[in-house]
């Protein structure tokens, strides 16, 4: 029993996705309508990304690239902004929740073994920050950007334009708050990372072309077949670690938000909701059931892309739940430090709150 409460506590979001997916089940019985709820195309460039990311991670490629970049600094403001900098670009690159899977331990592996652990907590949250206010200016940054460029059909001119704005915000304040960091020297250890490089080339290739299938420029089904064969070939490990549990909350938030969509007293709630504002209304949709659902829910509801885009990246930021990004990051920095849950709660509310703020009244004023 306390295995299966762990587990469910581990992947809380898939658990409650499924119950949401049930419960809306028995209201509206499964029939052929539910073959339209699902996005394959979303699915299976999800599913290619995180594949072909997993097989670079087990390169140690970015692993070999953060430790390069950290030995140039030599104070804690130095080393620390350059974590911050790479998870920014990395969550640009990768999911946002793969860019700190990938980046947090290494920030803690520098601090441990500086003595500097005390500025843990600032930095994973600024790392959090990072992960899911920078990933927001690529369709497959952040997984919501993804469904909701595939759902919508928009264009790569449409989709930088709308998110390039809150994008250059949020870096800004991200870097100007790396500067609370101190200045104090310190030595980094060495500790280097082997990458086959010719390895590193075709796992290179085939996440171009998954960055091809979501910008539609490869049949979805073309390059899922070419990315599963190779990595088949090339590295198993990278098809086993693709988080499934992700691939599954997808699937039953489109059960969920499909059956609500059929709805009529769900409907008219949130055609009045989203008369009040699109941008504001999703991101306080997130607050409560996190940004990913939030976008699958409400894109049923409304056409303003544009608002909706800028809404569930923007919401991410403010409570824990508003990110799944944001509950890897607490659950990483609650192993190291297992009495540090209160403290980074508090401090993680008050930066990600004021994120939130500043950025709502921003683009609120930018979108008119």
């Known amino acids: 029993m306390s295995k299966i409460l762990c587990w469910c506590r581990a992947n809380a979001m898939l658990v409650i996705s499924l119950l949401a997916a049930a419960a809306t089940a028995f209201l509206v019985p499964p029939d052929r309508d539910y073959l339209g709820y699902y996005d394959l195309k979303t699915l299976s460039c999800l599913f290619s990304v995180l594949a072909v990311v997993g097989a670079l991670r087990d390169l140690h490629i970015f692993s070999a690239l953060s430790q390069r970049m950290v030995r140039t600094f030599s104070t804690v403001r130095g080393v620390c902004t350059a974590l911050v900098v790479i998870t920014m670009f990395g969550s640009m690159l990768l999911t946002n929740d793969t860019a700190l899977l990938t980046f947090l331990p290494l920030g803690w592996f520098v601090l441990s073994s500086t003595g500097q652990e005390k500025h843990a907590a600032f930095l994973f949250i600024l790392q959090n920050c ?31 334009s709308v998110m390039l704005p809150p994008f250059v915000l949020s870096a800004v304040l991200i870097l100007l708050c790396c500067l609370a960091f101190p200045k104090d020297r310190l030595s980094v250890p060495e ?3 082997a990458v086959a490089s010719r390895q590193a080339a075709v796992y ?13 420029l490869v049949p979805y089904v073309l390059g899922l077949t070419v990315i599963v064969l190779a990595l088949w070939f090339l590295d198993r490990h990278a ?12 699937a039953a938030f489109f059960t969920f938000s499909g059956n609500l969509a059929r709805m009529e007293p769900v409907r008219v ?10 941008m504001l209304i999703s991101a306080l949709t997130c607050q409560i059931i996190s940004n990913v659902p939030a976008a699958i829910l409400l894109s049923r509801f409304t056409q303003d892309a544009r608002a909706l885009l800028v809404g569930v990246n923007v919401g991410g930021a403010g409570t824990l739940v508003a990110s799944l990004a944001s509950l890897i990051t607490f659950r990483e920095y609650t192993r190291r430090v297992p009495n ?9 509310s008050g930066i990600s709150f004021a994120f939130l703020i500043i950025l709502l009244t921003a683009m609120s004023v930018a979108m008119g």
């Not at 206010?133 to 928009?154: E, K, V």
């Not at 540090?340 to 993680?348: D, I, Q």
């Open 269 to 278: 709630l949130f055609a009045r909701l989203l008369a009040h504002g699109t």
């Open 130 to 160: 990072a992960a899911n206010l920078c990933g927001m200016i690529t369709p497959f940054g952040n997984p919501q950007n993804l469904y909701l460029f595939s759902y919508y059909g928009l264009s790569a001119k449409m989709f930088f």
């Open 340 to 348: 540090g849950g209160k403290h980074f709660l508090f401090l993680f």
């Open 239 to 250: 098809l086993k670690t693709v988080d499934w549990g992700l691939l599954a909350t997808f």
């Open 204 to 216: 290179g290739g085939l996440f171009c072309l998954a960055v091809a299938m979501v910008l539609r």
């Open 191 to 193: 500790a280097q990372a």
